[in-house]
T-cell receptor, first 112, second 110 residues
């Protein structure tokens, strides 16, 4: 069974630009969560989507948004990039009703 | 006070030693406790999880939860160089949000 995939793996952007990251969950998983990981703050929850609806949200500004498609694939978008948005963005999926999340390898975003 | 505190390390121990990794937390509503392992350039992978106080064993790994002290531990017996990674504790409360510790970097020296 294929794992969670994320594209692209690496991305370099400049301040003020916007970026879209993609996540394909494990087949059959309809819950997709996004996290930001930085050395200073660790792994922080951004949001969770289930059946195309945002079900839970962390404490991030509105520049961070996401969506989920009918095939459970998810995208997250960050607008007006800031230097502090440089991080590893991780996506995780799980079966509904279970607690075990499976993480993808992440997208390393560098903002210059 | 942060909800979850975890010593970032690095922690270096010789091969074969017993490793003890720890987290403390402040939110008594946390019900579900997890340990993840993250290798360099990879996403975290779930190692162990538990809902209750006490010990849970899986091979060389033992997860321990003490809800009265708000303290969780992961023990690794007979540590191997392949155990070198960052270990993250994580906890979930009734709101379903998962809070992670910042992770402890572990080096097992051959």
């Amino acid at each position: 069974k294929a794992g969670v995939t994320q594209t692209p793996r690496y991305l370099i952007k400049t301040r003020g630009q916007q970026v879209t990251l993609s996540c394909s969950p494990i087949s059959g998983h309809r819950s997709v969560s996004w996290y930001q990981q930085t050395p200073g703050q660790g792994l922080q929850f951004l949001f969770e989507y289930f059946s195309e609806t945002q079900r839970n949200k962390g404490n991030f500004p509105g520049r961070f948004s996401g969506r989920q498609f009918s095939n459970s694939r998810s995208e997250m978008n960050v607008s007006t990039l800031e230097l502090g948005d440089s991080a590893l963005y991780l996506c995780a999926s799980k079966f509904e009703g279970t607690d075990t999340q499976y993480f993808g390898p992440g997208t390393r975003l560098t903002v210059l | 006070q942060k909800e979850v505190e975890q010593d970032p390390g690095p922690l270096s121990v010789p091969e074969g030693a017993i490793v003890s990794l720890n987290c403390t937390y402040s939110n008594s509503a946390f019900q579900y406790f997890m340990w993840y392992r993250q290798y360099s350039r990879k996403g975290p992978e779930l190692l162990m999880y538990t809902y209750s106080s006490g010990n849970k064993e899986d091979g060389r790994f033992t997860a321990q939860v003490d809800k009265s002290s708000k303290y969780i531990s992961l023990f690794i017996r007979d540590s191997q160089p392949s155990d070198s990674a960052t270990y993250l504790c994580a906890m979930r409360g009734r709101d379903d949000k998962i809070i992670f510790g910042k992770g402890t970097r572990l080096h097992i020296l051959p």
